[in-house]
């Protein structure tokens, strides 16, 4: 079984996977308004579920469509960690073994079909809340599902309780630091319920995250991704990314 010293080494080698991918596997053309982001792989990938997310064309395309609670400072020397579906990093408590967690609002799944909403709703989509949380880390440990990404969790986590739709509550086996890191592996991002029982197997072809792009068309080894209109961050003039 991993260690979680292995695992911080693994969050890294993602991190450089996703920094440094447009000049390794795949052609990214411009990004004004309207344009697309294309990806063209000399490998099959396997899926873009983030469950199944364990080699390098994965992860780095399930990063377009997902995030997970935290993520890399890309640009820091040397590399934190940083808040992402996270509002902060954990509040710590009874010395290491209960992780507080407090989600921001408003951010927002990818509008899709699979997503039902109220009748006054204009948009096919719904906020992230703590369930979904507690939902995609307990189908990672899913025995059934043959997660790649169960070692991650397992022996590791005594509970997880969504307190209220914005506080998460992780209680660990031990006092264990470099969890942090575990939680910003694509295993770990975050997906919607409703949309992996609705799609069964399909979903590992129609991902629905947060993250910056949503899937337009694919073949096994091309991908177009379109900009998500939901999706929250801006750059430090106000304008809206990607």
Not at 77 to 102: N, Q
Request: glycine share 6%; net charge positive; proline share 6%.
């Amino acid at each position: 079984m991993m260690t979680f010293r292995r695992a911080a080494a693994a969050a890294v080698l993602f991190l450089v996977i996703v920094a440094g991918a447009s000049g390794c596997k795949f052609r990214r053309d411009g990004v004004s308004k309207g344009a697309v982001l294309r990806s063209a792989l000399r490998q099959k990938v396997n899926s873009l579920d983030p469950a199944f997310a364990a080699e390098f064309n994965s992860m780095t395309l399930v990063a377009r469509a997902y995030e997970g609670l935290y993520q890399y400072q890309y640009s820091a020397r040397p590399y934190g960690l940083e808040p992402a579906l996270a509002a902060a990093m954990p509040e710590v408590l009874e010395g290491g073994r209960l992780l507080r967690i407090r989600l921001k609002k408003g951010v927002y799944f990818q509008a899709d079909s699979c997503i039902q909403v109220g009748r006054n709703s204009n948009i096919q989509s719904r906020e992230v809340t703590a369930d979904d949380v507690v939902y995609s880390w307990n189908r990672i440990l899913d025995k059934a599902l043959a997660s790649p990404g169960q070692w991650l969790l397992a022996g590791k986590i005594a509970s997880l309780r969504a307190v209220d739709p914005q506080i998460l509550e992780v209680r660990l086996t031990a006092p264990e630091p470099q969890f942090f890191h575990a939680m910003a592996m694509p295993f770990l991002f975050i997906v919607p319920r409703e949309c992996v029982e609705h799609y069964g197997a399909d979903f590992a072809w129609h991902p629905v995250g947060t993250g910056p792009f949503r899937l337009k068309s694919h073949s096994p080894k091309h991908f177009e991704w379109e900009r998500n209109p939901l999706y929250r961050e801006v750059t430090s003039e106000g304008e809206k990314l990607p």
